[in-house]
């Protein structure tokens, strides 16, 4: 079964976390940890799913062309990193907007994928499917079936399907866009395994357990940051809990990669949903 494999190209990570704490004047060094990135797929002989900042694409649409020119897929995650909750849906759709056009501006084609900045869908911003619809998007990868510190959505479903604009937790046989929610290990409990923090946190060999067990009934998707494979951003003075979310694990997360590229088949979010 081939899982999909998604990669937020992005830079000073977790805005909510640390974005009072963030220097004025930084480098965000996006192209220093992308590069070693696509080096590793292309040891692999794997293609992944970039959800692509609007912002990073506007800054270094060359870096945009050499992703998609190795095959990858180029996805939208908003232009600003804002929350859909910050932005509201005017907001929400200027970006969408702005983000549309640099994409397809840099790569020839529009994005039909989307996740949300901080997988920030939910039932308090379900109208987001109907601005995404409007603009061709064909499946969303932002809606977390747990409640986390930050984020998500504990009723809904576990695997593929179609959100209600008015009830993001219920299937809608006619919704337009196809849902790909952030992979949960359920046994007694609900455990996030999809990435970041949660890929961070676990042992290599649960992982890769909790993956096939997934792999029985359907595909996983996995995410991460470039800052967490490649972790060469300066560490800030953060809150304990914020410190401990950003950072914790952050220097097993690329043999931790390796150990899943190396053990499972993975291909872009698109592929394995059949688009």
Do not use: C
Request: no cysteine; aromatic share 12%; charged share 25%.
């Amino acid at each position: 079964m081939k899982n999909a494999l998604t990669i937020d190209l992005e830079y000073w990570h977790s805005p909510e976390l640390i974005r009072s704490f963030a220097p004025e004047k930084r480098d965000d060094l996006i192209i220093k940890m992308t590069t070693p990135i696509l080096r590793l797929l292309d040891e692999f002989g794997v293609s992944a799913t970039f959800f692509v900042l609007g912002a990073v694409a506007e800054k270094y649409p060359e870096l945009v062309t050499e992703i998609h020119s190795r095959g990858h897929e180029i996805a939208s995650h908003a232009y600003s990193h804002r929350t859909l909750h910050e932005l509201g849906r005017g907001g929400f759709e200027d970006e969408i907007d702005r983000s549309v056009r640099l994409l397809r501006e840099i790569t020839g084609e529009p994005p039909i994928g989307f996740r949300a900045p901080s997988f920030s869908i939910d039932n308090a911003t379900g109208w987001a499917f109907d601005v995404l619809a409007r603009y061709g998007f064909k499946y969303d990868s932002s809606i977390f079936p747990v409640t986390t510190y930050l984020y998500g959505v504990h009723d809904a479903p576990l695997g593929i399907y179609r959100p209600s604009a008015q009830n993001v937790a219920e299937n809608d046989p006619n919704g337009k866009i196809i849902e790909f929610p952030l992979t949960i290990f359920e046994y007694a409990r609900k455990v996030p395994i999809s990435g970041g923090f949660y890929l961070r946190v676990l042992p290599l060999k649960v992982l890769k357990g909790m993956i096939r067990i997934v792999n029985e009934e359907q595909p996983a998707v996995i995410y991460l940051h470039p800052w967490e494979i490649v972790p060469v951003m300066p560490r800030l003075k953060l809150p304990l809990q914020s410190r401990f979310i950003t950072y914790h694990g952050i220097k097993s997360t690329r043999a931790k990669l390796e150990g899943l590229l190396a053990s499972f088949s993975f291909a872009p979010a698109r592929e394995v949903l059949g688009l």
